[in-house]
Structure formats: structure tokens, C-alpha cells
């Protein structure tokens, strides 16, 4: 049998790998992607190319000989993204199980391993086959040599032979280097010679030959231009010649005889598969688990109908339904169609025949009929505007995925079906292409692409739920998210009232103030100039003003908000461009952003709730930010006077839970001092400041109750010495000695701490009260700051999460109070931790009772949980 040598690019194929697929992650929150496209190219390679000897070989790190020759080499690159340096130490494991070879050598590139062992092999008589995404290594193709280079992410691949490379590129392979020294490579940062394409260095070494050939024949060299750069740049170019030439003869220690390949052990390789969850590539592993079933039959072509006139007995009761819609905010969205599939049939109703129907409406507004969907909210908001009050909402595939892992990056059904193993769907894009170019797609693409989502939903059902009963999380989902979504649904789409006339009333005020500031901040100056640009302010400020130069960048002096604070005691001018600033965006992003999306015929803006995306569990809010209204600048707090109640008589009422995080913190580290002041109803940050400084309670100045405040909310953050000083203004000395006051004050909490940083490193996530996980991949890392602010992050998540779950369950219970106790009153918004209704006057007075009630008893804690409330003709006056 005749001997072939495999070498594989680890670096290049692990970039490629990196971008080509999305930014996936396994149930650990470890990232995969690159992982995961590596693997399937090496299955592809194993089977394909059948090696009798197997080597990848990987870059030492950044410094190579070649830096010796040119200190700038490769200097252009930017850093590798840690979603992508974590992984190379997965994919080196990932070697290792399958018993491949793997190999790096100080001052030298992957590159010129490969060179160094292809030449060993051809001296022995080998095939070689060399796999990467780099061209450099295309100088190495010969009739014993074969290149093949990824085109596109890591599955088109071309073969190059010495043939193909000349009908394809113009040039023979030992010209390689040649086209490089004259064209060079912004890649890598060879220089090259400017104004040499590829067409000319084709054209020169077709003419000459070789590099050196051309300049011994420059006579011969048409065009005065053409010789001019040849002349000027002839250092460059042999430069680049030598920086571009892969080194055949590197001190390489391992032996072809070490290389040598026969085979995986399959148990190793399905064990690492299943721990990164690698599910779809475990049957291409032999001994591999066999498809289930249900995904045999969900990979198959699938035959679905048009349903154009809609019968009952297409229903079973336990239905898969997925409404497609184009356009993201699903309020104003056009619904192009409506997937269902169930244990008899699969079947698309184009959006006239649904909605024309008393069938459908009536299958969706009844509560015993279960519907399996992807987006409870979504579908809520949709089918109310055209009238359907969709009601058996059982199963919503966004949420329980997101549950599972909230460290994905996407929860779309494609993406969440790769995950689980059913791979028969294309993404959107795919079909609707992005951007500019998004369209609606024919009818026959389109009927397919959303009975095939339909059909996701209901073959993954059953997993994915068990799932969440492996995690112990089905109380999660089926009494908080899956509810809740019901409830945003109604409050997107009844939507906030907003007073047009005060916003653009507003708008000329803050123009007024800003055409002021303006003129101040001239006279300052010296000179009129662009105070947004901030190449024209940094001159202003660092070399007519001469003020210190906190940082510089690239394009000059740094103008960046943390930088102006530090200047702002040092020049007269610097309050007023901070003011202006702030002003500036209050004007662009609040009135006139509020304004582009208020409703013409209601005068209502309808927020998007994003309940999918935070990993602590809070809710956001876009489209637009409701929740992020800037109020410590008066300003800012003005902008609430523009959101009215709907009906006269009416009045903004609201609902803020008062320290909600702390008192989370005091049941979860069951520090008994701290329990016993939230049982007192002692002010928190008064006995706080009374521990920390050791004083009397009438000894407690304002000053101390502040920086107590800052302690008590910073030890919820996980915060440090650094992190206090900064905020307090104070030396790391003082903010250390705070820090350990307060955990001397309240031991509980400090036992926590170290308690759930262990807990951490040991499971790999934490978890709210509510069983809420999120899972912290570089809790154990090497690097300082990474670990750090995981750990960080493990003591704060649990207390930030339950916090939002708390909130959240109030939500599900005051809505199902509201309706059972017939008020008129209705769920406005959700800010952080405090809820705002609308409501009649004359409820007000038994709203706050039924309010109160809901919110303090929503959930039982070792402390009591307190309210504050008020109401108003505005929000702005709900304070």
C-alpha cells in the first residue's frame, strides 16, 4: 500500500473555522465553533484521504525568525478574539483522542513545519497532502505535493497540482514567492512593491521568470512607471521574497515515523463528542449512536400541504405552529405565512386563508387545544393585531433554549436545531437573504423553509424539555418565562401613550440650551470648531488649552467620556462639553429617536421586551430602550413628562421595589446582622456606615452614608479595592480597609462569596433561587482578568438574577390580579426593578393594596420585601 502523509494547517483551519460558523456554544458556555468546524473537516479528511501518516501542525506564538528581518511582519493583524484563543487548547485535546499528531516549534510558523515534512516525505517516497487556508503554501505544490486551500469556510476546497496552479493562477509553483515579493501581502504586512496587482506580477513572471531575473533584465521592463516602483522598492521586494519563503529545512524534531496514523479509538473520541456537545457528528463516529427515529425522519424531504381552506380535523390538540414574519419589530410586522405540523400531517396556510378563517381563530383561542411554538410573545403581539387572542401557548422553543443555555449567542430554530441534532433547515438568510438584499423568497421556498421551522419545533419538544428536567428547571419555565411571555405580549401590544406636543416642546428647549453651551464653549476656546468631532476637540483641549493627555490613540488625542471626567476640575470649559455632550444625546437619542417611533393614529410607542437575552434573567428593552431614559441629569427625568396615561381621568402609577438586591443578598448569604436590619426596617446603608466606621447611628454623617452606599451596592457587583476607589474617589488603601470592615460587619456575606466562587469552579455555572443558570467558562481560566471577572460575575449573578426573577413572578401574579379583580388598571412597563401601570383615579387607592400585596408576597424570603409607590399625571410625576 503505498505511504501518504497528510499535513493540516492547524491555525489556518481553526481561523476559518472561527468565522465561517456562528459564535456556538456547548451547554458549559465553553465556545465550540471553531472546534466544531475543525472536526468536520478532519472526519471529511479521514475518510477521504485515508492517511498512513497524520501530522497538524500549529503556530509557536507570535515572534518568528522572520521578525528578524523585519520587525513589522504580521504587525497589521489584529488580536485573535479570546471566543477563539480559548478553543485552541479544545481542538489540541481533540487531537489527542483521536491519536493525531500534533506539533509546534519555537520561532517558526506552521508553515514551515509543513515545508520541512512534505520534503522529508517526498524523499521517502510519499504522497503528500497538505490542507489550509493560507495560498503561502501553494510554493510547496509539486507532482508529489498537493495543496488544497479552503475557498470558502471550511468545506468548498480547491485541489491545486502543479497544473491547476498554472491555469489557475498563471505561474508555476516555485513562482509563488515571487508573486508575492512583487504584489506583497497586507495579511501578513509584506511589503511588496505599491502598485503591483496581481495582473502585473502575472505578467513579469511570465516575461522574466523569477524575481531576480527581473531586475538583472530591468532594460526590458515596459512602462516608466512600472520600472520607476521596481527600482525604488528593489530592497522591499527581495525583502519580501525571504519573509514569504517558507523554510524546508526547520529544525523540526519529529520523525515521519512518529507521525504514522492508523485509526481513532472510537470510545475516546463519541466520549469527547458528547462533552462538547458534538451530537450531530456522533454517527459519523463508528459505534456512533444511531438517529432516533423522530430525527431520521425529520432529516427526511418533507411533503406538506397548502391548506387554502381550514378544517378542524387538521388540528390534533398538540400542534406545532410557527408564524413567519419578516420584518423584526413584530408589532408593525407583515405575517407572510403559518406553519403547522403535528403527529398527522404537515401543512402551510398562507396568511389570507388563516386569518380569513373561524377555524383557526377558533383553534388558537382555544386554551385546551396545546400549540408548540417559537416565541410565545411574538406570536402573542402578531395574531392580536389581527384579532386572535391566542390562547394553549404549551411549549416556546426561544425560551426553553435560552433556559438550557443563556450564553448562546443564538436561539433562532436553525441554530437551536443544529445544536439538538436536526440539521434538514436553512437559515434565514439563506432563504431571505440580508440587508439590502432581503426579499420575500417565491412561494414554494417559503411554504417549505417555514413547515420545515414548524417542523423543528415539534420533533425537539420532547428533548428539549427533558432537558430542562435534567437541569431542574421545568418550574422555571412553565411557571415564570413561559406565562410571563403572555404578559409582555399584552403590554407590547397595548403599548405606552406618549404626548408628542411636550417631546417636541422639549426638543426646542434642548436646543436652545445646546445653541448656549455652544457659544460658551467657543469663548472658552478661543475659536469656533466642531465640538462633535473629536479630532478638532482634542486639539482644543490638549494643545491650545494644554490640558494633561490622559490617553492617546491611533488617530490622536483620546476624547472619551472617562477621559473628560478626569479633566473636568482642570479647565472652565470641560463641565460645559460634558454638559453638552450629555444634552446632545438627550437630543438625538431620546426626543428625536422617541419621536420616529411613536404611533401616528394611537400616539403610542410599542417597546420590544427582550426576553431571551440577558444572562442574568433581566429583561431589556428595544425598539425603543424604554428602560434606559437617563434620569440623574434633570434633563433626562424631563423626558418622563412625555408618557400620559390613554384615557383622561387617568394616571401613571408606580411601583419600585426598594433595595431588592440587597435583601436578595441577605436571604441568599443568610448573614443573620444583615437580616435582622432588613427585619428592623433599619435604612441599610445607615447601619452599614454605623459598622463600617464604628460609629453611633446620630454620628452618621451624609458622607458616610454615601460611601456605606457604595460598599453595600459594590459588594453586590462583586467589586474591588480598585473598582471602590474609583467610585469614591478615595486611595485603594481606604477602599481595601472598607471592603474588609464590611465583611468583618457581615461574615455571612463574605462565607457566600467564597462559597459560590467554589461552587462555581467546581459545576462550571450558578444559579438564581428560581434555578436560573449561567454558566461561566473562564471561572478557571489562567488568565487573571478573566478569571476575575468570572468570579466576579458567580457572586453577583445569583443575586442580579433572583432579583429579576423575583420581579418577573410579581409581574405574572399583579397581571392575573388585575384581570381577576375586574381593574381597568393596566401593565405599562417593566424599569429595572420597579413596575408601571396606568389606571382610573378613583382605583388608585385599592390598586396600591392589590399592588403592595402582589409584590411583597410574590415570593417568600428570610426578609420582607418592601415597596415604595407613587402616581401621577406623568410618569415623570409617578416619582
Not at 516525505?121 to 510547496?140: P, T
Not at 441554530?415 to 438568510?429: A, K, P, T
Not at 415564570?480 to 406618549?498: Q, R
Not at 454558566?775 to 476575575?788: A, D, K
Amino acid at each position: 500500500m503505498s505511504q501518504k502523509l497528510v499535513l493540516i494547517d492547524g491555525n489556518s483551519i481553526l481561523y476559518r473555522a472561527f468565522f465561517a460558523l456562528p459564535l456556538l456554544n456547548n451547554e458549559k458556555g465553553v465556545y465550540t465553533n471553531a472546534v466544531y468546524g475543525f472536526t468536520t473537516m478532519l472526519l471529511r479528511i479521514l475518510e477521504e484521504e485515508k492517511p498512513t501518516h497524520l501530522l497538524v501542525a500549529f503556530d509557536a506564538g507570535k515572534t518568528t525568525f522572520r521578525h528578524k528581518t523585519y520587525t513589522e511582519y504580521k504587525g497589521g493583524r489584529q488580536k485573535t478574539p479570546s471566543e477563539l484563543s480559548e478553543q485552541f487548547p479544545l481542538v489540541k485535546e481533540l487531537l489527542e483522542s483521536f491519536e493525531i499528531s500534533h506539533y509546534e516549534i519555537d520561532q517558526f510558523e506552521a508553515d514551515d513545519i509543513i515545508g520541512t515534512l512534505s520534503k522529508s516525505a517526498k524523499q521517502d517516497d510519499m504522497e503528500v497532502k497538505v490542507i489550509s487556508g493560507d495560498r503561502d503554501l501553494l510554493q510547496l505544490v509539486d507532482k508529489d505535493v498537493n495543496v488544497s486551500l479552503t475557498k470558502k469556510g471550511v468545506t468548498n476546497i480547491e485541489n491545486y497540482t502543479p497544473d491547476f496552479l498554472e491555469e489557475k493562477m498563471g505561474i508555476r509553483p516555485d513562482q509563488v514567492v515571487d508573486m508575492k515579493a512583487l504584489m506583497g501581502d497586507s495579511s501578513d504586512n509584506i511589503p511588496g512593491i505599491p502598485g503591483v496587482g496581481e495582473k502585473t506580477a502575472v505578467k513579469l513572471l511570465n516575461q522574466f521568470g523569477t524575481l531576480e531575473s527581473i531586475y538583472e533584465n530591468m532594460d526590458e521592463v515596459s512602462g516608466k512607471k512600472l520600472k520607476e516602483k521596481l527600482e525604488n522598492h528593489k530592497d522591499d521586494a527581495f525583502m519580501s521574497k525571504e519573509l514569504a519563503t517558507i523554510n524546508r529545512d526547520s529544525p523540526v524534531t519529529v520523525k515521519l515515523t512518529d507521525v504514522t496514523y492508523d485509526g481513532y479509538p472510537s470510545q475516546k473520541v463519541l466520549g469527547l463528542f458528547k462533552e462538547l456537545g458534538f451530537h450531530s457528528l456522533l454517527t459519523r463516529i463508528d459505534g456512533g449512536e444511531a438517529e432516533t427515529e423522530e430525527q431520521a425522519d425529520a432529516l427526511e424531504d418533507i411533503d406538506f400541504t397548502v391548506i387554502e381552506d381550514v378544517k378542524s380535523d387538521m388540528f390534533t390538540g398538540e400542534d406545532a405552529l410557527f408564524v413567519e414574519m419578516l420584518e423584526e419589530h413584530y408589532y408593525y410586522g407583515t405575517i407572510l405565512g403559518f406553519g403547522v405540523v403535528n403527529n398527522q400531517g404537515h401543512y402551510f396556510i398562507p396568511t389570507v386563508a388563516a386569518l380569513e378563517s373561524d377555524v383557526f381563530k377558533n383553534w388558537a383561542e382555544n386554551k385546551d387545544k396545546k400549540k408548540f411554538v417559537f416565541d410565545a410573545k411574538r406570536v402573542t403581539v402578531a395574531l392580536k393585531r389581527k384579532g386572535i387572542d391566542i390562547k394553549g401557548l404549551s411549549f416556546d422553543m426561544l425560551l426553553a433554549s435560552y433556559i438550557i443555555n443563556p450564553a448562546e449567542n443564538h436561539h433562532d430554530v436553525p441554530s437551536i436545531s443544529q445544536r439538538m441534532n436536526y440539521h434538514n433547515l436553512s437559515y434565514d438568510e439563506e432563504v431571505f437573504g440580508k440587508g439590502a438584499k432581503q426579499k420575500v423568497p417565491e412561494s414554494e421556498v417559503l411554504s417549505e423553509h417555514v413547515v420545515r421551522k414548524a417542523n423543528a419545533i415539534f420533533h425537539l419538544k420532547d428533548q428539549i424539555v427533558e432537558k430542562l428536567k435534567e437541569n431542574d428547571q421545568q418550574r422555571l419555565y412553565t411557571e415564570l418565562e413561559l406565562p410571563l411571555a403572555t404578559v409582555l405580549g399584552e403590554m407590547e401590544y397595548y403599548g405606552v401613550k406618549v404626548d408628542t406636543n411636550r417631546l417636541n416642546e422639549m426638543g426646542e428647549e434642548l436646543k436652545e440650551r445646546l445653541d448656549t453651551l455652544e457659544q460658551e464653549i467657543y469663548e472658552l476656546a478661543g475659536e469656533r470648531f466642531n465640538i462633535n468631532s473629536p479630532k478638532q476637540l482634542g486639539v482644543i483641549l490638549f494643545e491650545k488649552l494644554e490640558l494633561p493627555v490622559i490617553k492617546k490613540t491611533k488617530t490622536g488625542y483620546s476624547t472619551a467620556a472617562d477621559v473628560l471626567e478626569q479633566l473636568k476640575d482642570k479647565h472652565e470649559i470641560m463641565p460645559k462639553i460634558l454638559l453638552y455632550r450629555q444634552l446632545g444625546k438627550l437630543q438625538s437619542t431620546y426626543i428625536e429617536g422617541l419621536l420616529k417611533v411613536v404611533d401616528e393614529d394611537e400616539q403610542k410607542i410599542h417597546t420590544r421586551f427582550n426576553q431571551a437575552l440577558t444572562q442574568t434573567g433581566r429583561l431589556s428593552s428595544t425598539e425603543p430602550n424604554l428602560q434606559n431614559i437617563p434620569i440623574r441629569l434633570e434633563e433626562g427625568r424631563k423626558i418622563r413628562q412625555a408618557f400620559v396615561p390613554s384615557n383622561e381621568n387617568w394616571v401613571i402609577f408606580a411601583g419600585d421595589y426598594s433595595q431588592i438586591e440587597l435583601r436578595v443578598l441577605a436571604h441568599i448569604a443568610g448573614d443573620e446582622k444583615l437580616i435582622d436590619a432588613f427585619r428592623n426596617n433599619q435604612d441599610i446603608h445607615t447601619k452599614t456606615a454605623m459598622d463600617v466606621f464604628n460609629v453611633s447611628e446620630d454620628d452618621v454623617t451624609s458622607n458616610m452614608r454615601r460611601q456605606a452606599k457604595a460598599v453595600n451596592f459594590g459588594i453586590v457587583y462583586g467589586i474591588s479595592d480598585y473598582g471602590l476607589s474609583q467610585s469614591l474617589g478615595i486611595t485603594r488603601k481606604e477602599a481595601k480597609a472598607f471592603i474588609e470592615a464590611y465583611f468583618e460587619s457581615f461574615p455571612g456575606v463574605k462565607k457566600y462569596m467564597d462559597e459560590i466562587v467554589k461552587e462555581a469552579k467546581q459545576n462550571g455555572y450558578v444559579q438564581t433561587l428560581m434555578n436560573r443558570r449561567r454558566y461561566l467558562p473562564e471561572i478557571n481560566s489562567r488568565n487573571f482578568n478573566r478569571r476575575s471577572f468570572a468570579e466576579r460575575t458567580a457572586m453577583n449573578t445569583p443575586i442580579q438574577g433572583s432579583a429579576a426573577d423575583i420581579i418577573k413572578k410579581a409581574m405574572i401574579d399583579l397581571a392575573a390580579r388585575l384581570e381577576e379583580e375586574k381593574f381597568e388598571a393596566k401593565l405599562l412597563l417593566q424599569v429595572h426593578d420597579e413596575l408601571i401601570l396606568e389606571a382610573p383615579e378613583n382605583e388608585v387607592e385599592q390598586l396600591q393594596q392589590t399592588v403592595l400585596d402582589v409584590m411583597v408576597n410574590t415570593v417568600q424570603l428570610d426578609v420582607p420585601l418592601k415597596v415604595d409607590f407613587a402616581h401621577g399625571t406623568t410618569w415623570f410625576d409617578a416619582k
